[in-house]
């Protein structure tokens, strides 16, 4: 069930720089977009890779917005009162993390990082499509851990009703732990 207290504005999703549509098909889709205005979504911008073709909407969804295109990128706006903009890439992709107050993106092991470096709140959508999956083993173990939840396209609906507030922030690493091992490890130091 979604928590009461949880109120975003801002929606990223990422697909990073591999082909993902069946996401970015997803998040357009009625029964998501009712979840995400429910949380209280206004704004979503969606990053969607290369050769992105345009906004493919649900049916349900169509007939009730207006779709402006300017320079490759796609704004629609819906009746539901949520603004969808769509662009292939950013020249500063962590400056639309900073302005988001929830991230929906692929498993990718540097995204993930970044988004978790920011404090953000992370849901990681598992590409099943890929042939060697080694997302699902990053995604599940920081489920674990406590740092973000992931699902499918299949499950996306359910998985934004997690309780988010409940996630761990992640910490950055300390800057000279590997530098001190390696000075230790070649006898530089003593390791302190």
């Known amino acids: 069930m979604i928590k009461e207290n949880i109120a975003f504005k801002n929606l990223f999703v990422t697909v990073g720089t591999t082909k993902f549509s069946k996401l970015i098909d997803t998040i357009t889709k009625k029964e998501v977009l009712d979840i995400l205005q429910s949380l209280g979504i206004t704004f979503v911008q969606l990053q969607t890779g290369k050769d992105f073709p345009g906004p493919k909407l649900d049916p349900n969804v169509e007939q009730l917005c ?4 300017e320079s490759g990128s796609y704004t629609v706006e819906l009746e539901k009162k949520i603004t969808l903009k769509y662009n292939e890439y950013f020249e500063d992709f962590n400056n639309e993390i900073e302005k988001s107050d929830l991230v929906i993106s692929h498993a990718g092991a540097g995204t993930c990082l970044e988004v978790l470096h920011k404090k953000k709140p992370l849901l990681v959508v598992i590409n099943e499509d890929l042939m ?15 740092y973000l939840y992931h699902c499918t396209c299949n499950t996306l609906v359910q998985a934004l009703k997690q309780d ?14 590997f530098s001190r091992f390696l000075d230790k490890c070649i006898g530089l130091s003593d390791g302190k």
């Open 132 to 146: 060697d999956n080694h997302q699902m083993e990053l995604a599940e173990e920081l489920e674990n851990q406590g």
């Open 66 to 69: 207006s779709i402006r295109s």
């Open 164 to 177: 988010f507030s409940a996630l761990k922030h992640y910490s950055k690493p300390e800057k000279f732990v």
